[in-house]
């Protein structure tokens, strides 16, 4: 295949398919990044415990950043003033920012939604705010985001039928505001936001739409939020076909390396998630034996490295009992060197998604990978 088709000065270039499985290169105006592709969560223009040096070593092109949290704090008026988030936070790669819809509706307080947007109060002093489609797409634009999300309604689990058409429908209507309001650049995108819950006929009446309005990529919303795997599994099936097969796909919030596995095979080309973050802050280790809790006692005389397939800092440098050691004494260094490790892991597993799909072995990839885990502890996928 190895063809690039432009949108909006947006490239995407899709070299192999293997089953439904995708490999291929994002091409921004920030560098190219090889698909699948896992995005580090750098919620306030940082990923916790990481320098930006740390992040690049575990293999990571591009991060994550968050227009609601970064509109209340620095603000994106001084990030502008200041040069840009890829010049604050050391990161001259692509740059994805959630557009703040799924932060109003789980953290801020007193929300009101209405047609025009969203008024809240911010969950850290109180103070009153107003995100509109537009408001969105020009704070991402002060962010100097290489890539921007639509804004949206993620759509609660469960909702009724006429609950989540009515959502879908506001999130198209917004969708239309935020296309209308983004100013096209070389190598910068927009990404809509397919919504519809666990209807499938709402899920493609939203992805047809969306397609019309002739995004740079597209995002799958509105999953990992306790529908389970094998719901999110049945949506993808039913979503990914509907895309546009010359546009990437983002499958938001998600998740285990399992949900990573399983969506990949249905046509997933990038994911972003806090769990390997969040875990490394507290002792959990994702490896390819399974999931490890590093508190516990068994491994307090373990020699061992953590995981012997890594090359991470942790695992070629410090033994299990080590990290153990850090966790039991609550040092900081127990967290830095377990979020590396978590993010070095997730990036090998996408490298060695891509290497199988251009091989033509993916299938065989994800039966040696699950066979390696056994019956390891897995942990639940969130967003």
């Known amino acids: 295949m190895d063809r690039i088709v432009p949108g909006a000065d947006f490239g995407f270039a899709l070299h192999a398919t293997n089953g439904s499985a995708r490999a291929g290169t994002l091409i921004t105006a920030h560098g190219e990044v090889p698909t699948p592709t896992f995005m580090a969560v750098g919620t306030a223009g940082t990923v916790k415990a990481m320098t930006a040096d740390a992040v690049r070593e575990t293999g990571a092109k591009i991060v994550l950043g968050n227009t609601y949290h970064l509109m209340l704090r ?143 990529g597209y995002a799958i919303g509105g999953l990992a939020v306790g529908e389970g795997q094998e719901m999110m599994f049945a949506m993808l099936d039913i979503t990914c076909p509907l895309l546009p097969a010359q546009k990437p796909r983002y499958l938001m919030g998600v998740g285990t390396p399992d949900d990573l596995l399983g969506s990949i095979a249905r046509g997933v080309d990038m994911f972003d998630c806090v769990m390997p973050t969040r875990a490394g802050r507290t002792a959990r280790a994702y490896t390819s034996a399974g999931v490890f809790n590093l508190r516990n006692a068994k491994f307090t005389d373990d020699a061992a490295p953590l995981d012997e397939n890594c090359s991470c800092l942790a695992c070629i440098r410090h033994s299990r009992a080590y990290l153990h050691h850090l966790f039991r004494c609550e040092e900081m260094l127990g967290p830095m060197l377990l979020t590396q490790h978590n993010l070095t892991y997730y990036q090998s597993l996408m490298q060695g998604a891509r290497t199988a799909i251009l091989a033509g072995s993916y299938g065989d990839y994800c039966a040696h990978i699950r066979a390696r885990w056994g019956d390891a502890p897995r942990l639940l996928s969130g967003r």
């Not at 953290?107 to 969105?136: C, N, Q, W, Y």
Request: charged share 25%.
């Open 74 to 216: 620095p603000t994106a008026e001084r990030v502008a003033r200041l040069g840009g988030l890829h010049k604050m936070m050391d990161w001259p790669g692509p740059i994805l920012t959630d557009s703040g819809g799924f932060q109003v509706m789980s953290l801020a307080k007193l929300r009101k939604m209405d047609e025009a947007g969203v008024t809240f109060r911010s969950h850290i002093d109180g103070t009153a705010h107003h995100l509109s489609p537009e408001r969105s797409t020009e704070i991402q634009y002060l962010l100097d985001a290489t890539i921007s999300m639509v804004l949206d309604e993620c759509t609660p689990h469960p909702a009724s039928r006429d609950e989540a058409s009515k959502s879908m429908q506001l999130t198209t209507r917004w969708a239309s505001r935020s296309r209308q309001a983004f100013a096209p650049r070389q190598g910068y995108g927009q990404f809509g936001i397919v919504q519809g819950s666990t209807y499938e006929d709402l899920r493609a009446e939203s992805a047809a739409a969306l397609t019309e309005l002739n995004f740079e």
